[in-house]
């Protein structure tokens, strides 16, 4: 039997392989998997707690199903009227979006805020004190001694 015949990698693959195990690589995929999860929550959040909250505040709009018909027959929802081929403007899908953009954005600030906090944290106890700077030189000055 004929040994098989070495097949060489590509540069190119070699150098695939090493991008991928990068920590930043890794680190930006586990990011998007907790922010699509995190999406998610906010959705339910918005739609399901803070917009009948609104609405019951403001007499009883459902935000979901706040639009406006530029052409077409209305009917009682949105999606009703959308797939009877109306053209509409979905002021409450609209509303929804930016109450869930500023959630989001209010919870990246300060988990943004917290880990600045924490990284000047850790600086500051890896940052050698003026005593122990003075120690490492009085040592190394006892080193250098014959």
Known sequence: MMPPIPIAEP????EFKAFIM????????VGIVIGAAFTTIVGSLVEDLINPLIGLLVGGIDFSNLFI??????????????DGGAAVLAIGRFINAIIKFLIVALAIFWLLKIL???????????????????????????????
């Open 11 to 14: 540069a190119w693959l070699r």
């Open 22 to 29: 990068r920590g930043n690589v890794i680190d930006l995929a």
């Open 69 to 82: 018909v530029l052409t077409g027959e209305r009917r009682p929802s949105l999606e009703a009227t959308r």
């Open 116 to 146: 600045t906090r924490l990284r000047i944290r850790e600086e500051a106890v890896k940052a050698p004190t003026p005593s122990e700077k003075l120690l490492a030189e009085i040592l190394e000055e006892l080193r250098r001694k014959p």
